[in-house]
């Protein structure tokens, strides 16, 4: 087997422009998006089953992401996606405010079935709920925050991807998808990037070029501050 060759997040932001060629490959120009995101960087903890997927730790105590492993891990979760028959039997969650919009715009363009905001409990084991599903996928934003979806999907066998960051814990967690799951950015342009390889393996747009979906339309958007600016101005 080929040796692995971890991605340095820092060799890739030193590469200059004079250097670089014009027409970059799709796969760099992923990279590039992943580090203007801030996707790399993770926090001063690290649990001991996320390891693994550390490239360094910085002088600061944070820890830095292996990139090559989150694009690997990326594409085998859109590869899982597409392997189930019907769209709406994914189900995708978050809990946290910044995923919210993300977790909305993927399920409108993939089909997938959408939880933002707060998750009733019972949502996959209580049968006589209104809100009762049983889908044969899941996808949370945080196995921190999304904690209780985690756990009732384990007592259901339902497979569960996960971005998780150099804290997250790992329990109940088949697929984890190593990445800063705390900032806006790197949140939004992670879903972005798994609906544009889950619509490729469809079939739905060609590989060779580009998705027309900005993936400014999968960040975080806090309304009352854009309107506190405007009235500022």
């Known amino acids: 087997a080929a040796s692995y060759r971890p991605v ?27 580090l203007a995101a801030q996707a790399h960087i993770g926090t001063k903890n690290l649990d001991h089953a996320m390891r693994r997927y550390v490239w ?15 694009y690997e891990k990326l594409m085998l979760a859109a590869r899982i996606i597409v392997a189930i028959e019907n769209p709406a039997d994914v189900c995708v969650i978050s809990a946290r405010p910044f995923g919210q919009r993300a977790v909305l715009k993927y399920s409108q363009y993939t089909g997938a079935t959408q939880v933002a905001g ?19 996928l899941l996808i949370v934003t945080d196995p921190r925050t999304d904690a209780q979806p985690v756990k009732e999907a384990s007592y259901v066998n339902i497979p569960v991807i996960a971005f998780c960051d150099t804290d997250s814990p790992l329990q109940y967690v088949d697929v984890a998808i190593p990445v800063n799951n705390k900032g806006k950015h790197s949140i939004g342009l992670l879903y972005w990037l798994l609906a544009r ?20 339309l999968f960040f975080y958007c806090d309304f009352e501050e854009i309107e506190r600016r405007e009235q500022e101005e």
């Not at 997040?9 to 590039?32: H, V, W, Y």
């Not at 360094?56 to 989150?70: E, F, H, N, P």
């Open 197 to 216: 390889e889950v619509l490729r393996l469809r079939g739905t747009i060609a590989r060779n070029q580009p998705w027309d979906v900005v993936v400014d």
């Open 56 to 70: 360094k730790r910085r002088s600061d105590g944070i820890y830095l992401i292996d990139l090559g492993k989150t």
């Open 118 to 136: 707060r998750y009733t409990p019972g949502t996959f084991t209580n049968q006589i709920q209104k809100k009762f599903m049983e889908p044969r």
């Open 8 to 34: 340095s997040p820092l060799i890739c932001d030193k590469m200059s422009q004079d250097t670089a060629p014009n027409t970059l490959s799709g796969r760099e120009e992923d990279f590039r998006k992943l």
